[in-house]
């Protein structure tokens, strides 16, 4: 039998991983708020201990990982870079960039595959397949931070955009209500530019790397193209604005349309 799988948060994405790797002959024991984890870490030998918990709760989580387990750490949260496990000691985590989203009520909804890099990226990707989610490993660290950037690229560019509404125009940068990621690359191009050149000034910022931006834009409408009636403006799109804000304030950064937006919000 297979070792068990541990997965630290059981919101809409932990549960799909669970179904999957469950699929995939894996036991699997969930931690939750009321779970003792150093209790649990010294009852089993999980193969892998997989962080499934929102951006925000994820630095709390990292350091609850008992010593003994942390030769076996994968993540999978948005607007994730090195620098959020780098602190923690982790040895060769794995991560994946999650493109896939599961809402209450709702099944699964792919854009394209979820690619992940690390020890245990295989696991992750077979047992994805098994539930029809398409997920692959890629070669090394670069292709991972690469596919790391742009996701949090796609994310940020798409929901601060979304909050340049109509109500609040922008010296012409301005997009409707409601507005999906079809009417932000056809209907409002310059505002996607505008903001991804912030969004991307940022990420370089944090990650102390420079990216091509051409094949960061192509590999966005990619992924536009995998939902076209994706809408732009979450929920956490007002918070997630207001965390790149901070950090371009941390790094000493110009970030005008970034700016620019939150004086109309």
Known sequence: MNKPIVVL????LGSVFSRAFLRNN??????????DIDELSSSIDPEMILVCTAEGDLQSALSSIPNKWKDRVAMMQNELLPRDWETHNFSN?????VWFEKKKGMDSKVLISSPAFGPKAQILAD????????AHAVANEDELLFELVLKNLYILTTNIAGLAIHSSPLGGLAIEPGANVDDLRNNHLDLMREVSKD???LQESLTGKTFNESELEKGMIKAFEGDLEHGCM?????????????LAKEFKLKVSTLQKIKSKN
């Open 9 to 12: 948060g059981i919101g809409e």
């Open 26 to 35: 894996y036991p699997v024991y969930p931690i939750t708020r009321a779970t």
């Open 93 to 97: 985590p794995t991560v994946i960039s």
């Open 127 to 134: 047992s994805l397949a098994l539930i029809d989610i398409p």
């Open 199 to 201: 969004v991307l000034k």
């Open 234 to 246: 979450g929920r956490s799109a007002p918070a997630r604005l207001d965390r790149a804000l901070e």
